[in-house]
């Protein structure tokens, strides 16, 4: 599965060279931050509101909405879906609470 993840990121690095006019991610990169952090707010909510529906097709559709923006929020910080698999990777092993007390800040 983890393919895809590197198959969408190659694809959004792609779209850094890309007119605004003609793509989408482009346009969210050309905006800025904060357009890409709004995006991320509005699926995020979308999400939500899916999962309190209980439709699950509805719950999928938004998800994959909320983790694509937040896909392009990592390339446009120059990181990508292994940096987050890594630290998934990382918590393995280790308690919620255990996690939790070794974050910093």
Known sequence: MSDVLQQLA???EQRKLESAE???VASLYAKGLDTILKKIGEEAAE???A???GNKEQ????T???????????ASQGLGPEDVLSELQRRFGL???????????
């Open 10 to 12: 190659q694809v959004l």
């Open 22 to 24: 003609k793509s989408y």
């Open 47 to 49: 999400t939500i509101i």
């Open 51 to 53: 999962g309190k529906g």
């Open 59 to 62: 719950i999928i559709y938004e």
């Open 64 to 74: 994959a909405d909320l983790w694509f923006h937040c896909m392009v929020l990592l």
């Open 95 to 105: 308690s919620g609470i255990e996690e939790k007390s070794q974050r910093k800040g």
